[in-house]
T-cell receptor, first 113, second 111 residues
Framework: EPEVTQTPSHQVTQMGQEVILRCVPI?????FYWYRQILGQKVEFLVS????????KSEIFDDQFSVERPDGSNFTLKIRSTKLEDSAMYFC???????????FGPGTRLLVL | SQQGEEDPQALSIQEGENATMNCSYK?????LQWYRQNSGRGLVHLIL?????REKHSGRLRVTLDTSKKSSSLLITASRAADTASYFC???????????FGTGTRLKVLA
């Protein structure tokens, strides 16, 4: 069964450094998402992406964040200058139809020191 | 309550018993989805129920939706130890697709 994959599974970085989190969505899906989950808290929507542009974003998704689909398979989340509070699990998801089932990847655990 | 709040926060039952979790939300929605998350892992989609549906079944799962009360319930019948996980509902207010997840119900099924 096709699944969403994410790399790396864990990332440790120093405050102020840039990180790029990578995702490979399910191949025929058209809608792509990033969520984050701070330890012990809710899963929070960050951004949705369709047709090579951002469809919606949350208040969390400020200028420090960007997303890109650099080729036909990868979907990336970049955090330009990480802060301590960016430490969280970041989940990528993809879907065939907007507002229908979203399939989540296993997540990247980001720790900012 | 916030959009997508589940109760109870935690539930502990014996294997073979049924588990019921509830979710409440505040706005009109297109659909409501239930997900499961094993500790520290990704989210697994369980079931989606549309706003014009009242009940849906999938295997041992039964979901109901009451749009007048803005609430949903997830019933897991004949629970197994492998059902131990956190369960979340997710909704997006009509007109947006920014899914909001609840705080989750932590289910523990004792063998």
């Amino acid at each position: 069964e096709p699944e969403v994959t994410q790399t790396p599974s864990h990332q440790v970085t120093q405050m102020g450094q840039e990180v790029i989190l990578r995702c490979v969505p399910i191949s025929n899906h058209l809608y792509f998402y990033w969520y984050r989950q701070i330890l012990g808290q809710k899963v929070e929507f960050l951004v949705s992406f369709y047709n090579n542009e951002i469809s919606e974003k949350s208040e969390i998704f400020d200028d420090q964040f960007s997303v890109e689909r650099p080729d036909g398979s990868n979907f990336t989340l970049k955090i330009r200058s990480t802060k301590l509070e960016d430490s969280a699990m970041y989940f990528c998801a993809s879907g065939l139809v907007r507002s229908e089932t979203q399939y989540f990847g296993p997540g990247t655990r980001l720790l900012v020191l | 309550s916030q959009q997508g709040e589940e109760d109870p926060q935690a539930l502990s039952i014996q294997e073979g018993e049924n588990a019921t979790m509830n979710c409440s939300y505040k706005t009109s929605i297109n659909n409501l989805q239930w997900y499961r998350q094993n500790s520290g892992r990704g989210l697994v989609h369980l079931i989606l129920i549309r706003s014009n549906e009242r009940e849906k079944h999938s295997g041992r799962l039964r979901v109901t939706l009451d749009t007048s009360k803005k609430s949903s319930s997830l019933l897991i019948t004949a629970s197994r130890a492998a059902d131990t996980a956190s369960y979340f509902c997710a909704t997006a207010p009509s007109g947006t697709y920014k899914y909001i997840f609840g705080t989750g119900t932590r289910l523990k099924v004792l063998a």
